[in-house]
Nanobody
């Protein structure tokens, strides 16, 4: 059973940077596609970014392209989301997710494992 734990959230000002981490355990990390999702109050969970099992392919939602970078360190069973030039609309709970697939899912239904989330708040 894969277990995921996010960290690195916090309260920042617009224009600042944050790096989120996701620690994975209990599964074959190298075989899983990984993703980041976020959920703002009163809104549905939305896709942010995904990275395939090898780390060679990534995919981002349009609103974060050029500002966020997803990466993974298979030796450490870690995934990261570097977030630069943060905006108030980036505020939400950020969730790490894992999928036993060679594809790059961009919907919540494509992932079978989830972390508990970490809060990111960007003030204007």
């Amino acid at each position: 059973q894969v277990q995921l734990v996010e960290s690195g959230g916090g309260l920042v000002q617009a224009g600042d940077s944050l790096r989120l981490s996701c620690a994975a355990s209990g599964g074959f990390f190298n075989r899983y596609a990984m993703g980041w999702f976020r959920q703002a109050p009163g809104k549905e969970r939305e896709f942010v970014a995904a990275i395939n099992w090898s780390g060679r392919s990534t995919y981002y939602t349009d609103s974060v392209k050029g500002r966020f970078t997803i990466s993974r360190d298979s030796a450490k069973n870690q995934m990261y989301l570097q977030m630069n030039s943060l905006k108030p609309e980036d505020t939400g709970i950020y969730y790490c997710a894992a999928a036993n697939t060679f594809l790059l899912p961009s919907t919540p239904g494509g992932y079978g494992y989830w972390g508990q989330g970490t809060q990111v708040t960007v003030s204007s």
